[in-house]
């Protein structure tokens, strides 16, 4: 296994397959926009935002909502949502005093979906 593992790791050969080369090239995004992939990637990178788009998934809630089911205070649970509308992962609407967050839309879902499929692959 550990052989395998050095194949993978090393290139014992210096011959470039430019077709290759060229074809990954002309479909490759543009460095401003695999930035913003990266960006998105990194909101999910943190295990209290993760458990907010779970809940999100099941139900609109607000902020004491979040609050009482995650077990964190106002203001930690703000922080993230605030991190979430900024990478347009959730959106909220006002009722009266009250504010309901939401996912922004399907693909959020289906994001968190493919990850939670991947892992358990």
């Given at each position: 296994m550990g052989e395998d593992r050095d194949i993978i790791e090393h290139c014992s050969s210096t011959v470039v397959h430019e077709d290759i080369v060229y074809q990954v090239r002309q479909k490759m995004p543009e460095d401003e926009c695999l930035f913003d992939l990266a960006e998105l990637f990194k909101v999910f990178g943190d295990t209290t935002r993760v458990k907010i788009l779970f809940a999100l998934f099941?139900?609109?809630?607000?902020?004491?909502?979040?609050?009482?089911?995650?077990?964190l205070t106002q203001s930690a649970v703000s922080h993230q949502l605030r991190v979430l509308k900024q990478a347009r992962l959730v959106k909220y609407r006002k009722d009266g005093k009250m504010v309901y967050y939401s996912l922004d839309d399907d693909h959020v879902k289906?994001?968190?979906?493919?990850?939670?499929?991947h892992i358990s692959h």
């Open positions: 099941t139900a609109e809630m607000c902020v004491c909502d979040l609050t009482a089911l995650l077990g289906q994001i968190f979906d493919q990850g939670l499929a």
